[in-house]
């Protein structure tokens, strides 16, 4: 993950996470940077919207898409009629 930057991602791009035999589609929401990151690339900080079930526990996901696989800590952070929310940052 360490190579991984915040021009790497876009809003609206979407990403297939799989589960086990299940591939969930996660899209993103949100790309902040973060001031004063330890990150030689810098840090910044995701927000994928996903489906309201099931709601994906804390942990490392395969994100696939833009013809490659991106392995990111997600961490649920909220829940509307529109999904699950997840947040990662980079730091």
Known sequence: MADL???DFAEGQHYDVAVGET???LVV???QPLEQA???AGGFRL?????AD???PQAIY???GQGETKEI???PIGRSDAGTQYEAIFN
């Open 29 to 31: 929401q949100r790309v």
């Open 47 to 51: 927000e994928f919207l996903g489906p």
């Open 5 to 7: 930057t915040a021009s």
């Open 73 to 75: 800590f997600i961490v």
């Open 38 to 40: 330890i990150r030689a």
């Open 54 to 56: 099931p709601i994906l």
């Open 62 to 64: 395969p994100f696939a």
């Open 23 to 25: 591939v969930l589609k």
